[in-house]
């Protein structure tokens, strides 16, 4: 398990083209979340919640400022490795919920779970994909194929994939938005606890205001990033 980790974002800014516009999804923005730490990020469609996520899942070219994530002795930093190197750092330190589950339909359950232990070459993790899941109460669907089971039982298994090598940071982008109430409020339980438990940062984008008063700290992203005229 990690024992110290931190997630330092340091005025980051992040533009999109569109077409003679720009739009500044990021603007500015600074934060820290300590070891075992959570952060909910709320604002309404648009306002660039999973642009946030995408950065800090070293998915996002950044226009300046820079993200760090400290593990143990050891600092990453975002803007100085190459997308190569945030590929290989983000399979192994940080785990991704989405809201669509994002399972691999041609695998089991159990292979799902399975699967960033064998990306990594962590054949010890791999007995604990099983463990995990009857943490989770779904021991008897080991042998399932997704599709066969309820949008809340899926992002259960999502969960259990996301956090079995304990990742030093977990982002998870609307993970109950496809879930009725009492699903979301199980979902949202096990990350919170899951993270909490195991020494975890959490980064959590939703729409409900219950889930996001769960975190430690709140980010609330304006309701629009202003565009402009880019310059000639
Ligand atoms: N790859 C992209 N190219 C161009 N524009 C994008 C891209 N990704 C997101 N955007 C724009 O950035 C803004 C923020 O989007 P997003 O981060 O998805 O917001 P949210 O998750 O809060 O709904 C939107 O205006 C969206 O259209
Ligand atoms: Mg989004």
Redesign the pocket.
């Given at each position: 398990m990690t024992h110290y980790s931190a997630l330092t974002v340091h005025q980051i800014n992040k533009h999109?083209?569109?077409g003679s516009r720009q739009?500044d999804?990021i603007r500015d923005l600074s934060f820290n979340v300590a070891a075992g730490k959570s952060i909910s990020v709320t604002?309404?469609?648009?306002?660039?919640?999973?642009?946030?996520?995408?950065a800090l899942a070293g998915l996002v070219e950044l226009d300046d400022g820079d993200i760090t994530l400290e593990i143990e002795d050891r600092i990453f930093s975002y803007r100085a490795a190459n997308e190569r190197a945030r590929t290989a750092f983000r399979r192994q330190h940080i785990g991704y919920v989405y809201q669509f589950f994002n399972l691999v339909p041609t695998l089991t359950v159990l292979e799902n779970v399975r699967l960033p232990a064998r990306l990594n070459r962590r054949p010890d993790l791999e007995a604990h994909a099983s463990t995990l899941l009857s943490d989770f109460g779904l021991s008897d669907r080991l042998h399932d194929f997704p599709e066969k089971l309820s949008g809340g039982e899926q992002q259960r298994v999502a969960v259990a994939r996301a956090v079995l090598l304990k990742p030093p940071l977990l982002l998870a982008?609307?993970p109950t938005g496809n879930l009725d109430s009492e699903n979301s409020a199980q979902i949202a339980d096990l990350l919170f606890s899951s993270c909490r438990d195991q020494n975890i940062m959490l980064v959590l984008?939703t729409h409900s205001h219950d889930i996001a008063a769960m975190a430690d700290t709140r980010l609330h992203?304006d309701a629009?990033?202003s565009s402009s005229l880019a310059p000639e």
């Open positions: 999109y083209q569109d739009i999804v604002g309404p469609s648009g306002s660039g919640k999973s642009t946030l996520l995408n982008d609307e984008a992203l629009r990033p």
